[in-house]
């Protein structure tokens, strides 16, 4: 595995090798996730070729960690014994050195969710993965708008707080809606490919969060983060291609993901690294 990210690896073909790789690996990724999405989430890790386990009780869930490749943090429903949770495997998670994911659902739709994301993305994640009202209310961008967990505002909107967020948090910054911005701050990488159909079929961006986690356990953040929203984009487009709307779309991404190859990756999804400050 490469330590750092060059622009050589930021591309559809490294997209590609880094699914196979993902295949090989099996990581098993812990998923501190809510009610809605963890069918889905551990659905789509399955397909993927990784091993999903849904675990946040503050009992056991640093313990957890401690055998995980890696965890995503999802606050979708979340409650003070939740974020207990979330806090003991971040812990952990840092003390062993291994990458973490965070999405924050729906933050800036109430003060206390509000906090947590706050919270949350100081203690180090590798990679933070939102919809663009939420990376703006986390970066304190003006204008974020957002509707409960759903955007109201273009990812194109959102780049500028994505790239701030990422210089606040050390994070690298995923923004996704129609095209998906990827940023450590400094390069910008864009993201096509997905379907319009994506945003009106429940938890597919948690479970998209889910898919950044697996490939945080096999590359480098930005790495990891541009090839799964390339391959999910990918996988999405693919899934939706003839279907009569969103109900069937989870199935149908879960087969795309499960029979996709690094050529359907590059005919279905686009990288593009923008610009580098
Ligand atoms: N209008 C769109 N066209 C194509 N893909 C989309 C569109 N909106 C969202 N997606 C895709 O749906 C997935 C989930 O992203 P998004 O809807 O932004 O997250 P969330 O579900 O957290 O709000 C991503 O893969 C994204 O690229
Ligand atoms: C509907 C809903 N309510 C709380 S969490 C959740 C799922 C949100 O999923 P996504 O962010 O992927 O749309
Ligand atoms: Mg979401």
Redesign the pocket.
């Known amino acids: 595995m490469s330590t750092t990210a060059t622009n050589d690896n930021l591309t559809i073909t490294a997209a590609g090798a880094a699914l196979d790789d993902l295949r090989a690996a099996r990581p098993l990724v812990q998923n501190i996730t809510n009610y809605v999405a963890m069918t889905i989430s551990a659905n789509v890790l399955l397909a993927l070729g990784a091993s999903p386990a849904m675990v946040h009780a503050p009992e056991e869930a640093a313990d957890f960690a401690a055998i995980s490749s890696s965890l995503v943090v999802n606050i979708g429903t979340l409650s003070e014994s939740w974020v207990d949770g979330m806090r003991r495997a971040v812990l952990r998670m840092n003390e062993d050195g291994k990458p973490w994911v965070l ?1 924050p ?1 729906g933050c800036g739709a109430t003060p206390y969710r509000t906090a947590v994301a706050v919270e949350l993305s100081r203690l180090r994640p590798a990679i933070i ?4 009202s ?1 990376i703006m209310s986390l970066a304190g961008a003006s204008g974020a708008g957002g509707k409960g ?3 109201t505002t273009s ?1 194109d909107a959102a780049i500028a707080a994505a790239q701030a967020l990422a210089r606040e948090t050390g994070a690298v910054v995923a ?6 911005y990827v940023t450590d701050g400094a390069i910008v990488v864009a ?1 096509t ?4 159909l ?2 009106l079929s ?5 479970a ?2 889910a898919t950044v986690a697996a490939f945080a356990a096999i590359r480098p953040p930005m790495e990891a983060a541009v090839s799964a ?1 390339a391959v ?2 990918a996988a ?2 693919l899934g939706a291609e003839n279907l009569a709307g969103p109900g069937l779309l989870p199935a149908a991404l879960c087969d795309m993901l499960y029979g996709l190859d690094a050529e359907s990756v590059a005919a279905f999804a686009g990288v593009q690294v923008m610009e580098t400050v």
């Open positions: 999405d659902v993965r939102g919809n663009a939420e967990v759903d955007s990812s923004v996704t809606g129609e095209t998906d993201i490919g997905g379907h319009a994506m945003p429940t938890a597919l961006g948690c998209l969060s929203l999910y984009g999405g487009a």
